[in-house]
């Protein structure tokens, strides 16, 4: 035999998304990918966006050379300001490394990777009960060993702070915490502030080492308050490793567009840090991709565009509000047991319904309703008129 045993492709949200477009039945709603659609069912390219991408046909200078193996500078800079924000200290005395990544994802990889070559003092990353999928194959991939906090009460259908807490002063210090800023996929539950307070205590206690994921800002409540759990730990003095995407915020999902910063406690080792990190870009895929990252850079340069940019974002987190409302009144209309207040209380594109693999099973195949096994639904694939027949669908599944 050549090969060994192919592994199966895991159930990703983009995969059943793509036997969601398959499907002819014009039933069908997915709720299972997680981009933005308009209230209306339509993709959405940002009117800043296509200004930018105006600006760069025009602009003589524009052209398909490569970038350099951090990608683009500039964006970089642009990037780490918007993520830490523009009067960071850590900026200021050049102690933050800054490499533009594949997107989020690619940052990610970048990351784990960093972290399991360079990382000296734990090979253990622990995860959220439960995370997004890919942490867990990314972490386990790099070679690192995988642990979980609590994360998710089932009964309350929010945060085990307490759980949370308890693990995180009980992991081995060092231990790589993983931990997302924002608009927490799947579950859509985020710690308070006050909380946020006591995951940082926690994490200097023990000398964990915060790897943020925070692929959401700007998508839950606004630019700033999105970005308060990174820069605590940041202004905190704590070397972290922060991953950033645009594909949400700015709407360039298939352009691939996002960074990793790594803050260190000096700029020397910052200076290192790029280095060690751009060797390890160069097997993986040499460059990144320029188109989308000269369009982020074109926005968040130019303060016209950039407001233009921060008006147009500012909508989305109302609308997922909105949708959220209208699936629960749509549920309370048609009397589905159980309680949904949660939908509600969770916040950002998700919600973690509480229904089980079956349940979803069912709702995929006889309502054509995709969502992902773990019965996480993403908000913006709902529109107004679609709650009805979604919250029909969910009684079905649940009394089946
Ligand atoms: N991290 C989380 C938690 C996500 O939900 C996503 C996207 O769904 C990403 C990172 C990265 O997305 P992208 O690779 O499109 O930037």
Known sequence: EVFAAWRPAANTAIGISQAAAADPSPDKVDLSVGAYRTEEGRELILGAVREAQRRLEADPATNHEYLGHGGNPRFCRLAAELALGAGSAALAEGRVASIQGVSGTGSLWVGAAFLSRYYRRSRVALLSAP???????????????????????????????????????AAPQGTILVLQGCGHNPTGVDPTPQQWQGILAAAQERQLFVFMDNAYQGFVCDLEEDAAAVRLFVDAG??????????????????????????????DVARGAEAALQELIVPMYATPPKYGAAIATTILADPQLRQQWQRELAELPGSMLRRRQQLYDALQEVGVPGSWEHILKQRGMFSYTGLTEAQCGHLMERWHVYLTPDGRISLTGLTGPRCRYVAEAFKDAILA
């Open 131 to 169: 995370s997004w999928p890919l942490h867990d194959l990314m972490m386990e991939r790099a070679g690192l060993e995988l642990r979980r906090y609590r994360y998710y009460d089932e009964t309350t259908r929010g945060l085990d702070y307490e759980g949370m807490l308890e693990d995180l002063r």
């Open 238 to 267: 704590l070397e972290l490793l922060v991953a950033q995407s645009f594909s949400k915020s700015m709407g360039l999902y298939g352009e691939r567009v996002g960074a990793l910063h790594l803050v260190a406690a000096s700029a």
